[in-house]
């Protein structure tokens, strides 16, 4: 099963760097903060707030993948992000190994302000949490909703390359129930994205 994981893992990255690769043919010369959509490359900390979850994988861990925008009115855009988040741990009582693949998916909308080479941005949008658990004990493979709110920045460094940074922190309520237990896999979010305007 850990072995199945990590080859996903890895597809994602091919997909993503083709995807790259796409973008950055593609994209105009000249762009300022005038734009269509976006294709952002994101990598960053995800700290799931139960504290069942952090007896078992300590606390946070390194959270990565990607994102779509799409303008829609003015200053108002529309966006899209599937992101993966894998942890490994021991089980509290046998010490056995344990996994833990979460995927978050996100959409929401985002109102942002251009200000010289600054773009600050606030959104906030739903979320689909796949998730999925192995031991030696269960594997569990379930899904639940919740919904998050974020800020940040974009930072452009220059009018004729088609490529921003993005500065961002990110909260997601997300609870889900296993085994008549309550669990909250929600949690901050802080990272960089490399962004590809086209």
Known sequence: MLKKIMSFKTKIRIIIFGLTILISVFSSASLAFERQGTLELSIGGYSISEP???????????IEGIGLSVFII??????????????????????????????????????????????????????YYFYMETNSIQSIVNYTKGFHIRIGSYVQFSDQVPVWLNFRIKYTRAKTEENDLEIQLGGFEYGLGLVFVF
Do not use: N, W
């Open 74 to 127: 003015h200053d108002i855009d529309f966006f899209f992000e599937m992101k993966g988040f894998y942890k490994s741990g021991e089980l509290t009582y046998t010490k056995e190994k344990t996994h833990f693949l979460l995927v978050p998916i996100s959409l929401g909308v985002r109102y942002s302000r251009p200000f010289k080479m600054f773009c600050p941005y606030a959104g906030l949008g739903i979320d």
């Open 52 to 62: 069942r979850f952090q007896e078992v994988y300590q606390r946070g861990g390194m």
